[in-house]
């Protein structure tokens, strides 16, 4: 059975930092590209930052360019996501999913399973 279990959302002061880990499991995790999603009340799903764990390619949302950084640890089967300088508008529900297209960063349609989703919330 194919599980994503996200962790490390909360409450920050903008400026602040957060990581988010992906523990991955029921599958060739490194057979895969892996992402985070994220959604805000309101909006539309948005991929935030997507990378394919056998050869390190990434692909970043331009809003998060330069201050989210996605990295995987294949002995752990899991893909953080290192939030710096954050800001109120970066408040959401991030999600981890796999596979997907690190191009675009989306998702594979009908293919790809989800992380149950943990809140980052950025107070200004």
């Known amino acids: 059975e194919v599980q994503l279990v996200d962790s490390g959302g909360g409450l920050v002061q903008a400026g602040g930092s957060l990581r988010l880990s992906c523990a991955a499991s029921?599958?060739?995790?490194?057979?895969?590209?892996i992402g985070w999603f994220r959604q805000a009340p309101g909006k539309e799903r948005e991929g935030v930052s997507c990378?394919?764990?056998?050869?390190?390619?990434?692909y970043y949302a331009d809003s998060v360019k330069g201050r989210f950084t996605i990295s995987s640890d294949n002995a752990k089967a899991t893909v953080y996501l290192q939030m710096n300088s954050l800001k109120p508008e970066d408040t959401a529900v991030y999600y981890c999913?796999?596979?997907?297209?690190?191009?675009?960063?989306?998702?594979?349609?009908?293919?790809?399973?989800w992380g149950q989703g943990t809140q980052v919330t950025v107070s200004s």
């Open positions: 999913a796999a596979p997907t297209w690190v191009e675009g960063c989306t998702i594979v349609a009908g293919d790809s399973y």
């Open positions: 029921g599958f060739p995790f490194g057979d895969y590209a």
């Open positions: 990378m394919s764990v056998s050869d390190g390619r990434t």
